[in-house]
């Protein structure tokens, strides 16, 4: 009995130490926070470079927010959806993957590339050529070649003449990927170009210049730059291993591993993933609580997304109103012109396009022109939007009367013609600033979202806990 009680005292003491270590400092709707969790977040949404950070006290109340559209997310099981969970899974496995990759392995595959290298190579070493190439196509006729020939020969003679080689390749050489480099080639082993080009390039001594020869495209003379031994492994370990990084050899790397207990233990992969990161989380702080970040961020947006932003943004009536309201903050110290500025192949078309859209509304325009002159081909061109007064010089020109501004067309479009009006105070209708009003709009039903979710959950916040935030 004594044995017993000294194990649930000890246990007791470790809770309690654990509980000092790590502290709860808030419970939303009654799920703890911790401060180890909270001081991730804070540190994070608080490092150097941020311009508008926040005392711990100013973030707990933006902390609250979030973790407040996180719950109401959860209760409306958006965490069940197929389609959050694979894309929570996808930013997830990206942090839990490249832990799956057993210790060594990548070493080893680069050192398998390396001795592939090696094997390849046939004990020969490197060299980087030089080449002019005078192309030929496989069905080329006899004169054709006969002029081609005529041709390497001429480039032939000029180099053993003493022109420079590299000057007359940017001239004359037809290899587009090297001729700007006059004629430079990457550096090459045995079996990577075509036999022809191959042995003659491997027959030439450093500075050496081969005679004109045929190849399947083409006649060519080659120059050998330089030749060179294949670098040591430690030499080319960090290249080997950027590429096949770039390769995706970890994912490939993690998924052999899987693969390998999925076969061991009927398991599937995403179950051993499961498992994976609860062990990993398990054991690194950082990880959890950046995967818990991927799972709330998903989860909020998600929430944001269908109960507040895409309603608002979708409520032309309610954005027409909050226009209305609040028509002062969106005025102008210049005037702006809104309407359009076109550009047409013909003349008649300036008249033309302004007596179709003259008497639609501004967002028919677009279609309209596109309908009627650019059906078969493009005969206008459009730019319309809210201007000011720099943004367009066809607009300062036109519209603003500027004096010193110059009509610029279009290429191929060499007439000008604008269509609209000036709004001297600020915008007319709320879709002179759409995206301003819409993000505000958001903004304010995104405040009285969070509003009523603070009415619909508990919040407690230790502020003694809180209190020791980065300072324990």
């Not at 649930?8 to 703890?32: K, S, W, Y």
């Not at 008497?359 to 078969?376: G, V």
Request: charge should be negative.
């Amino acid at each position: 009995m004594k044995k017993i009680l000294v194990s649930f005292a000890l246990a007791a003491l470790a809770m309690t130490a654990a509980a000092q270590e790590d502290p709860i400092v808030m419970r939303i709707n009654g799920v703890p926070v911790t401060r180890s969790e909270f001081e991730y977040n804070y540190n994070k949404n608080n490092s150097e470079g941020v311009i508008d950070k926040k005392n711990v006290e100013e973030y707990a109340d933006l902390f609250v927010n979030y973790k407040l559209k996180v719950q109401a997310a959860l209760d409306d099981h958006l965490d069940t959806l197929s389609s959050y969970q694979k894309e929570f899974r996808q930013y997830r496995d990206q942090q839990i993957r490249p832990l799956l990759v057993p210790e060594g392995a990548k070493e080893k595959e680069v050192r398998t590339y390396y001795d592939g290298l090696l094997e390849r190579l046939e004990g020969k070493q490197l060299i980087q050529p030089a080449h002019i190439l005078i192309h030929l196509k496989q069905d080329a006729t006899d004169e054709q070649k006969a002029a081609a020939k005529v041709r390497i020969d001429s480039v032939y003679q000029a180099l053993k003449d003493g022109a420079d080689f590299a000057e007359l390749a940017k001239q004359v050489s037809q290899d587009p990927g090297s001729a700007s480099r006059g004629g430079m080639l990457p550096w090459i082993g045995p079996n990577q170009v075509v036999k022809e080009f191959e042995d003659v390039a491997y027959s030439l001594e450093k500075g050496e210049m081969s005679e004109p020869f045929l190849m399947p495209f083409g006649y060519d003379i080659v120059k050998l730059l330089d030749k060179k031994d294949l670098e040591s492994y430690e030499e080319l370990h960090d290249k080997i291993q950027q590429y096949l990084e770039g390769q995706g050899i970890e994912n490939q790397l993690a998924q052999q591993f899987l693969d390998s207990i999925a076969g061991q233990s009927q398991k599937t992969v995403e179950q051993i993933l499961d498992e994976k990161t609860a062990e990993f989380c398990a054991k690194d702080n950082e990880l959890k609580y950046l995967v818990q970040e991927y799972h709330d961020g998903l989860l909020l947006f998600e929430e944001c997304n269908s109960k507040v932003w895409e309603p608002a943004a979708k409520d032309t009536l309610a954005l027409t109103n909050y226009f209305k309201k609040n028509k002062k903050q969106y005025a102008w110290d210049e005037p702006h012109y809104s309407g359009m500025v076109y550009y047409c192949k013909n003349e008649a078309d300036i008249k033309a396009v302004q007596k179709l859209v003259k008497k639609l509304p501004q967002d028919k325009w677009m279609n309209t022109i596109r309908e009627t002159f650019n059906k078969d081909s493009v005969m206008v061109r459009v730019e319309r939007r809210v201007f000011k007064k720099g943004d367009n010089v066809n607009i300062d020109k036109m519209a603003f009367k500027v004096k010193d501004a110059e009509l610029k067309p279009v290429k191929n479009f060499p007439y000008v013609g604008v269509f609209g009006k000036v709004l001297k105070k600020g915008p007319a209708e709320w879709t002179d600033v759409s995206n301003q009003v819409v993000s505000d709009y958001q903004r304010l039903k995104e405040d009285e979202f969070v509003a009523e979710l603070r009415k619909r959950y508990t919040v407690e916040i230790d502020k003694a806990a809180l209190a020791t935030v980065n300072n324990h």
